[in-house]
């Protein structure tokens, strides 16, 4: 099955910068990309996607970007606020409905 | 349009006690999910339903079955809990293949 890896585990910014979460995946057959925030004690909500057609997605301060052939997806926020702080998750996902995500990234946003 | 709906919210279970977790969407979502999240682990996928009468097993399917009598329902049984399945157990729905899923509010499960 899909294997998704998340880097770094953690992740603390100061306000204001930028901050960048990298996945790589494994399986080739991969198409949709997805990212979700989860705020503390919340459900995870999806923030953007991307997909396989596609090697860039922006929307506002959120950007993604898709190496196919290296197999690896990224999640860059621009002008970190205290509210981006949360626990961001990548994911992946075939034609078969089966997501499989990574293990998170806390990021911290210091004021 | 509440979206998706779980209950509990909290819930403690004796080893070997057994229990359903519901979920219930009013989307028209023919896809619905089980996830568990453990720390450092992110979220893994328990069951899945492609529509009424359909489902599958994900990653981490044992000690666990679902069912999908209506569209709008997707109940997962916990047959003999364990300790082993102290969780945050989600439950999502998507309109279709690969779209945006929406997540339950959770159930945080602790077996003692």
């Known amino acids: 099955g899909e294997n998704v890896e998340q880097h770094p585990s953690t992740l603390s910014v100061q306000e204001g910068d930028s901050a960048v979460i990298k996945c790589t995946y494994s399986d080739s057959a991969s198409n949709y990309f997805p990212w979700y925030k989860q705020e503390l004690g919340k459900r995870p909500q999806l923030i953007i996607d991307?997909?396989?057609?596609?090697g860039e997605k922006k929307d506002q301060r959120i950007a993604v970007t898709l190496n196919k052939t290296a197999k690896h997806f990224s999640l860059h926020i621009t002008e970190t606020q205290p509210e981006d702080s949360a626990v961001y998750f990548c994911a992946a996902s075939t034609d078969d409905y089966k997501l499989s995500f990574g293990a998170g990234t806390t990021v911290t946003v210091r004021a | 349009n509440a979206g998706v709906t779980q209950t509990p919210k909290f819930q403690v279970l004796k080893t070997g006690q057994s229990m359903t977790l519901q979920c219930a969407q009013d989307?028209?979502?023919?896809?619905m999910s089980w996830y568990r999240q453990d720390p450092g682990m992110g979220l893994r996928l328990i069951h899945y339903s492609v529509g009424a009468g359909i489902t599958d097993q994900g990653e981490v399917p044992n000690g666990y079955n679902v069912s999908r009598s209506t569209t709008e329902d997707f109940p997962l049984r916990l047959l003999s809990a364990a300790p082993s399945q102290t969780s945050v157990y989600f439950c999502?729905?998507?309109?279709?293949?690969?779209?945006?899923?929406?997540f339950g509010q959770g159930t945080r499960l602790t077996v003692v």
């Open positions: 999502a729905s998507s309109k279709i293949m690969n779209t945006e899923a929406f």
């Open positions: 989307m028209n979502h023919e896809y």
């Open positions: 991307i997909r396989s057609n596609v």
